[in-house]
């Protein structure tokens, strides 16, 4: 038989047509039936057999007429990834290899460049370059188009086949092109693979009381790791923190329950998140069981366009429940959820199965999260006046004389935890990170706030409840 495979779906779809059931003629009514002048139940879809009879002579031709001769293999794995990838830009079907990667990439470790990239009109698109990789130290920003791998063009190829090349040997080379909005000319970088050993969560002290800790992806063990991190930065305080930025910029997201966990951290109660599906098991909802583990301490949260999904969460739940103020850029509007389900080959498909909301009923697909104070991108120049330029009282001739003594005393303070940001810490940080610097500056005012008895997190604009519920 010339197209054995062919002739057998044609035969199967024949098969289940002429199987399909048909209603008796007279059937008594059932326990439950719809009374009289109700809808009934529906009956099942009709199979498509006009669009199926199109698949299979495709498939015909393409056996026939293709220029190199192509396995039923290959036709029918490119079938299965179009019709998966097409249907929106998270879902994709995984071979055994590209389902292995990504599994590694949820534990922890993983070779490659360390990007997490999307498609947007066929085109690759960075949502965010993860921290201590090839791709940040190359300067690999959110939003940036990757439109050639060792420049070979990528216009149309798969989001599955594009992370393939990306990923490879250990210490070989890789050339990207990126295009970049406000840059006229294309930015070539090279870039050397490397294992990509991912540290989900870091903390430190910024000044006494103060913490700061930086999630860049949620991973299964996430939530466990930024507990560790509080638990060390109360330690390094020697108490209880006064507050604590938690940094969620260019976070691409991960593990749903990750990000559960993560906000359940700095909440008593109340829902955090949940999903409606098509599906019974897609309509979950997760509430925070407490305690807050900053005891209400002010909370700023960053984020900018490369915080996405799992970070949504977390800042759509802190800011609904006015726990946290939400510092930064609009967030990137993912607010769909995928699931993997394993296939009997050793493969799997990744597809969107739910829209997720936050605990007001927001949904942020296409959206974002909006902050309540707006950081737009800036980098600070160091300004270098010529000497003399501005006086101090000090330096004016017969100023009056301080009547305090030189050697009056000083507050008693010898804790290097209790030394608060030397001027030239301050200047350094400003210029480093600039968003980081203004957002200390906030808490410290928060704080001084909460200390007098006011509250911990003042939002300038909270999110009405009873928004958006439908999924439109």
Do not use: C
Not at 153 to 172: E, F, H, Q, T, Y
Not at 195 to 204: D, E, F, L, N, Q
């Amino acid at each position: 038989m010339k197209y054995p495979l062919a002739l057998f779906l044609a035969l199967i779809w024949s098969a289940t047509v002429t199987a399909a059931p048909t209603a008796p003629a007279a059937a008594a009514p059932a326990t439950g039936a719809p009374a009289p002048g109700k809808a009934a139940a529906a009956t099942p879809e009709s199979i498509p057999i006009d669009e199926l009879r199109l698949l299979v002579e495709i498939f015909h031709k393409l056996k026939s007429d293709y220029v190199e001769e192509l396995s039923d293999k290959t036709l029918l794995d490119s079938a299965i990834k179009g019709l998966v990838s097409g249907l929106d830009p998270h879902s994709s079907y995984l071979d055994e290899e590209s389902y292995t990667e990504l599994q590694e990439g949820t534990t922890g470790e993983f070779g490659g460049l360390g990007i997490e990239v999307g498609t947007e009109d066929g085109l690759l698109k960075v949502i965010s370059p993860i921290d201590d990789t090839p791709a940040s130290r190359a300067g690999v920003q959110a939003g940036d188009t990757i439109i050639k791998l060792d420049k070979t063009p990528l216009r149309g190829a798969g989001l599955n086949d594009a992370i393939k090349r990306m990923r490879g040997k250990v210490g070989s080379p890789i050339s990207i092109t990126l295009v970049r909005e406000g840059v006229e000319k294309p930015i070539e970088l090279t870039l050397i693979r490397a294992v990509i050993k991912i540290r989900s969560a870091r903390g430190r002290l910024l000044e006494p009381g103060l913490g700061y800790i930086r999630l860049s992806m949620f991973q299964i063990h996430t939530g466990e790791d930024l507990v560790k991190q509080l638990a060390k930065l109360k330690a390094d305080a020697k108490g209880p923190l006064k507050g604590l930025i938690l940094d969620l910029r260019n976070n691409p997201g991960g593990v749903l329950g990750a990000a559960v966990a993560v906000a359940d951290a700095f909440l008593d109660g109340g829902r955090i998140v949940y999903t409606e599906g098509r599906a019974a098991d897609a309509k979950l909802e997760f509430n925070a069981t407490g305690p807050d583990l900053l005891a209400g301490a002010p909370l700023i949260v960053l984020v900018n366009e490369g915080s996405a999904s799992a970070s949504e969460i977390v800042a759509g739940a802190l800011q609904d429940h006015q726990r946290a103020l939400i510092m930064g850029r609009q967030t990137f509007g993912k607010g769909s959820v995928q699931t993997i389900l394993p296939m009997s080959n050793k493969a799997a498909i990744k597809i969107t199965t739910a829209r997720y909301f936050t605990p007001n009923g927001r949904s942020i697909q296409a959206e974002g999260i909006k902050p309540d104070v707006l950081i737009d991108k800036l980098t600070l120049a160091e300004l270098d006046p010529e000497d003399g330029l501005f006086l101090k009282e000090a330096e004016l001739e017969r100023h009056l004389a301080n009547p305090a003594k030189p050697t009056a005393a000083k507050p008693a303070s010898t804790a290097a935890t209790d030394a608060p940001m030397s001027r030239a810490d301050r200047a350094a940080l400003a210029k480093s990170d600039y968003e980081v610097f203004e957002a200390l500056n906030l808490l410290k005012g928060m704080a001084l706030l909460h200390a007098y008895g006011g509250p911990a997190t003042q939002p300038l604009a909270a999110p009405a409840a009873g928004g958006a519920q439908q999924n439109n």
